[in-house]
């Protein structure tokens, strides 16, 4: 049953105000901390592409073993960097669970088992996944701007040189929203399996941005109307236009979820 929230204060003790103003903090800092190590590892591959491109005279049959190095350089990249963000919001909840429960109906150390099993379950069989997807992307970036180069009678040399001159701009781009994006997503999914863990009975509510680019449900998607929606822990949030278990949630449309800043709060029953 969707009800809409009332005045309580969240699990973690704070308003839903104060709630939002410190999670977007944590995010905020959170992909800051991301974005070097995924630029750095953008602009070496688009490089090394177009080193690759440049030395066998315009070919780009050798992008493939470029490929794979970049998917495990990206993946190693992501995965610290969702662990990091996951235990994150997950210890603010364990925290407070434990202050919940005292000492007499459940140890810390057995939410905290429960909660990084999820946390590598996320990871291994969710996150990990949409580093192929990535991964492409890089590759088909290089590719494209050689077809337009190509398109425009530039040589081999010419192409490469503008590539090149353009690669920084490309990975700073990139880095920003995936770090935003990742970043965002895995402290979210992190709140979720730590109250998940914690075995009190609770409810989460949506909390969103609450400014003038939250989704208003001009592009389908409505972050605006969910503020306030409020499911069972293990249910989920339906009112942005489809069902997301968290802010973020990788199952949900790009549309939904890049960019997405919108958090989470937890009532207990």
Known sequence: MLIKAGKKKLL?????????????????????AMMPALDSEFNRTI??????????????ELFVFE???????????????WNRAAIMAG???????KCMHGNHFIRKETIQESFLSRVQFFISTIA???VVGLSQTTVEQVRSKISIGLAGGFSTDEIAKNIRGTSGQMSKYRSMMIARTEGHSAYNFGSQAGAQASEL??????ISSGD??????????????????????????????????????????????????????????
């Open 12 to 32: 973690t003790g704070k308003t839903r105000q104060e709630e939002r103003r410190t999670q977007q903090m944590l995010q905020s800092r959170i992909g800051n």
């Open 47 to 60: 490089n090394k592409l177009v080193d690759s491109y440049e030395e066998t005279q315009g070919s780009t």
């Open 67 to 81: 490929l794979e190095k970049h998917e495990k350089e990206l993946g190693a990249v992501l995965e610290r960097e």
């Open 91 to 97: 210890e603010r909840i364990i925290g407070s669970a």
């Open 128 to 130: 990990l996944k949409k």
């Open 201 to 206: 009975m609770l409810e989460k509510e949506w």
């Open 212 to 269: 003038i680019r939250t989704r208003d449900g001009e592009n389908g998607f409505d972050h605006d109307g969910a503020d306030g929606e409020t499911v069972g822990v293990d249910d989920f949030f339906i009112m942005t236009s489809e069902p997301l278990m968290y802010p973020g949630d990788p199952s949900g449309s790009a549309g939904n979820v890049i960019h997405c800043r919108c958090g989470s709060g937890h009532v207990i029953l």
